[in-house]
C-alpha cells in the first residue's frame, strides 16, 4: 500500500484535471513522499505498533480537524479512502459533516486464510457499509461484496488492479539458452501458496528444464526451508525494502503467483509494472489481471503439477516470452495509475 499510495500521490500531482491533497501518516514505514511535492501532501501522525489504536487515541480527534480544514480550504466535493483504516470508521462522519463524499477502495471481500491482519479489516471495513461509493479492484472482489449483501449493489463500482513500478521498466530478454529464472515475492502467508511454487519448481528440475528460483519475503518459510535448500534457491526472508524488491524484480524472468486463493494481487501488479511476465493459479481475480497467453499465463489447476506444465510452454515457445513483455509494456498506460486516478475521481464525483 506504501508503493500504491506514492504513485497515487504522484498522479495527483501530474493531473491537469483534478485538484487535490494527500494525506499520509508520518508513521509510515516506507512511503517516502518527494519533496518537490510537498504541498500536495500532508503528513499526520497517526500510530505505530499493536497498542498504538489505544495509545494515541489523540491523534485521531486531530486528524478529524485535519480532515475538515483541508475540506474546507480545498472545498473538495469527495475523499478517497486508498484503504481503510482502523480508524476510518470514526472519519466517515466527519467528511460528510463538512459536505464531501466519502469513497473507499475494497481490496478484499473477506479476510485471506491465515493473514492476522483481517481481523483489524473487518473493524475498518464498517466505514464501507456508510460509504457514497465503493471501489473494488476486481469483479471478483465486486462479486463477492455483492454476494454478502451488506453493502448496497448500486454503490459499488469496480475499477482495476493499476501497475506498481519500483523502478523504470524495460522489454525483458530471455531466450533458452540461458535458465529461466522464477521469482516468488511477498509476505509468506499460507494463502500465498509457497509449497505450490517449490513443488512446481522439482518437478521442473526433475524434467531436466534448467530454473533459477528465488524467494524474497517476510514469513514462515516452515518445511519448505529445506527443499528451497535443495534446489539452490536465493532466500531473503525479511521484510524488503523498495530497493530491494526492485532489484528482485531486476533479477528474474518471471514471477509465479501460486496462490491458493486470492482476490487481486499486488504482485501481478508490480511484475507488470517491471515488465515481467506472470505464471499464476486460477483463482479468485488472478485470471482477470493476467491475460492468458498475452501478459502470462494461468495454471489449469491450483497445484504444483499445473504450475509446472505452465512454466513449460516458455521453454516449448520461446518466442511466447518476448511476446508477453513487448504486451506488458504496450499496454502499461491502460494500467496505469494515471488511468486509474482517472477513472476513480471521475466515479467519485458521479456518486
Not at 522439482?202 to 534446489?231: A, K, N, S, T
Not at 530491494?244 to 531486476?250: H, T
Not at 501488479?269 to 481475480?285: C, L, Q, R, S, W
Request: with cysteine; aromatic share 6%; hydrophobic share 45%.
Amino acid at each position: 500500500m506504501a508503493r500504491f499510495a506514492a504513485q497515487a500521490s504522484s498522479a495527483l500531482a501530474r493531473s491537469s484535471e483534478v485538484q487535490g491533497r494527500t494525506i499520509v501518516s508520518r508513521q509510515s514505514e516506507s512511503f517516502k513522499p518527494s519533496p518537490m511535492r510537498s504541498e500536495e501532501i500532508m503528513g499526520v501522525d497517526v500510530f505505530s505498533g499493536r497498542l498504538g489504536p489505544l495509545l494515541s487515541i489523540r491523534n485521531l480527534g486531530r486528524l478529524k480537524r485535519i480532515i475538515q480544514s483541508e475540506i474546507e480550504i480545498l472545498d473538495a466535493v469527495a475523499v478517497i479512502d486508498l484503504m481503510p483504516h482502523v480508524w476510518s470508521p470514526w472519519l466517515v462522519n466527519t467528511i460528510h459533516r463538512s459536505g464531501a463524499r466519502y469513497t473507499a477502495i475494497a481490496h478484499d471481500a473477506t479476510p485471506h486464510p491465515g493473514d492476522l491482519t483481517g481481523y483489524a479489516s473487518r473493524w475498518a471495513d464498517r466505514a464501507l457499509l456508510k460509504a457514497d461509493r465503493v471501489f473494488t479492484l476486481s469483479d471478483a472482489t465486486g462479486r463477492q461484496l455483492r454476494e454478502m449483501g451488506r453493502i448496497d449493489p448500486d454503490r459499488i463500482t469496480t475499477l482495476f488492479h493499476p501497475d506498481l513500478t519500483y523502478s523504470g521498466s524495460a522489454l525483458r530478454k530471455w531466450h533458452p539458452g540461458i535458465p529461466l529464472r522464477l521469482l516468488f515475492f511477498g509476505r509468506i502467508l499460507p494463502y500465498k501458496g509457497l509449497p505450490l511454487f517449490v513443488e512446481a519448481a522439482e518437478r521442473l528440475r526433475r524434467d531436466g528444464m534448467p530454473i533459477e528460483i528465488g524467494v524474497f519475503g517476510d514469513g514462515d518459510l516452515r518445511d519448505c526451508r529445506e527443499r528451497l535448500d535443495q534446489l539452490n534457491a536465493e532466500i531473503v526472508n525479511r521484510w524488503l525494502t523498495e530497493g530491494e524488491v526492485a532489484g528482485a524484480l531486476a533479477a528474474y524472468d518471471v514471477v509465479v503467483v501460486s496462490h491458493v486463493e486470492a482476490s487481486q494481487s499486488g504482485v501481478v501488479a508490480a511484475a507488470f509494472g517491471a515488465g515481467m511476465p506472470v505464471v499464476a493459479t486460477p483463482v479468485g481475480a488472478l485470471p482477470e489481471q493476467v491475460d492468458q497467453g498475452i501478459t502470462g499465463l494461468i495454471a489449469e489447476a491450483a497445484d504444483g503439477s499445473s504450475l509446472a506444465n505452465a512454466i513449460k510452454r516458455f521453454w516449448n515457445d520461446p518466442s511466447l516470452y518476448r511476446k508477453m513483455s513487448d504486451e506488458i509494456a504496450r499496454a502499461s498506460d491502460r494500467r496505469s495509475m494515471d488511468a486509474f486516478l482517472t477513472l476513480a475521481v471521475h466515479s467519485a464525483l458521479a456518486c
